[in-house]
Nanobody, 124 residues
């Protein structure tokens, strides 16, 4: 079982920035990818960003490319999502996730673990 503790959500005006943090714990031996997904009420959850924990390779959804940056601090065992140039359409509940491979951050499949979520609200 993998546990994911998230922090860093909040409210910001359009154009502002927020940084989300996620600290995984438990048995992470079968998860090689950490990522962030988001969900708006009434819509499906969508993958936002992912990082391969073995080599640091990153992947992003087109909607956040060049605005969001995912990174990992191995010493702190923490994954970050730096969100810049935020837009009102970025408003959602953001979930930290652990995947067996990063392709499952953006497509169905695999055994995935999810955090409880942190709300991000961007006002215009």
């Amino acid at each position: 079982q993998v546990h994911l503790g998230e922090s860093g959500g909040g409210s910001v005006q359009a154009g502002g920035s927020l940084r989300l943090s996620c600290a995984p714990s438990g048995d992470t031996s079968r998860t090689h990818c950490l990522g962030w997904s988001r969900q708006v009420s009434g819509k499906e959850r969508e993958g936002v960003a992912a990082i391969h924990t073995d080599d640091g390779t990153t992947s992003y959804a087109d909607s956040v490319e060049n605005r969001f940056t995912i990174s990992q601090d191995n010493a702190e065992n923490t994954v970050y999502l730096q969100m810049n140039s935020l837009k009102p359409e970025d408003t959602a509940m953001y979930y930290c996730a652990a995947h067996p491979f990063c392709r499952y951050a953006f497509a169905a499949g695999g055994v995935n673990y999810w955090g409880q979520g942190t709300q991000v609200t961007v006002s215009s």
